[in-house]
Structure formats: structure tokens, C-alpha cells
């Protein structure tokens, strides 16, 4: 039921910009936390940014100050704007969300998307 759909990445150049969405579907109020991770070939996923219901954001250090995590609540989409993109920042990046358990409102799970390519060439 609950589905996240990304989308946004392509091939761009050093330099350049992306920006990249994803949509909660099927949350109703239920949506919390939602975060962008990355993964290259060969390497673990890690963290991109995160943001909170409230729109409190947390970036990695190799991200902040280039990109930056927004949402729009009212349409359960979380954004990832990213500038001066590198072609170190080359990898998959999926979209994570936190939703509220229906029958245990105090628990939440996580869903993620299905990732979407964001290539930078030199």
C-alpha cells in the first residue's frame, strides 16, 4: 500500500544541478521522517540528508552547503535540490520515509524507494 516514487536523477555535468522528488503514496497523515541515502557500486549506503515532520534537517559532511532536503507536506513529497554536483556524488540515491504504524500509533516503519541514477560526468 504504502509506495515512495522517486524521481529526477539523470546525467549531468560537473557543475551542474538536480533536483530529486519523492512521493509518499498511500500515508494518508501517516508520514514522518523522510531521508535521501546514496549508493555507489561496491560501497555501503549511507546518509545523504534527513528531515523531520517539523522540516528539521540533518545533511553528511560531504553534502552540506551543495545540497539541500525540503518537503511539502501537503503532497508528501520530499525534495533533494543538489548543486555544484561533483562526479564524486555519482551513485544511486533512494528515498527512505518513516511512517506511522496504524494500529500502534507510538511505532513507525521504514519503506524506501527504488532509487533513482544521478550520474556526474567531468
Known amino acids: 500500500q504504502v509506495q515512495l516514487v522517486e524521481s529526477g536523477g539523470g546525467l549531468v555535468q560537473a557543475g551542474g544541478s538536480l533536483r530529486l522528488s519523492c512521493v509518499a503514496a498511500?500515508?494518508?497523515?501517516?508520514?514522518?521522517?523522510m531521508g535521501w541515502y546514496c549508493q555507489a557500486p561496491g560501497k555501503q549506503r549511507e546518509l545523504v540528508a534527513t528531515i523531520d515532520s517539523g522540516g528539521r534537517t540533518n545533511y553528511a559532511n560531504s553534502v552540506n552547503g551543495r545540497f539541500t532536503v525540503s518537503r511539502d507536506n501537503a503532497k508528501n513529497t520530499m525534495y533533494l535540490q543538489m548543486n555544484s554536483l561533483k562526479p564524486e556524488d555519482t551513485a544511486v540515491y533512494l528515498c527512505?520515509?518513516?511512517?506511522?504504524?496504524?494500529?500502534?500509533?507510538?511505532?513507525?516503519?521504514?519503506?524506501w524507494g527504488q532509487g533513482t541514477q544521478v550520474t556526474v560526468s567531468s
Open positions: 527512505k520515509a518513516d511512517v506511522q504504524n496504524v494500529y500502534y500509533p507510538t511505532l513507525t516503519r521504514e519503506y
Open positions: 498511500g500515508v494518508a497523515n501517516r508520514l514522518r521522517a
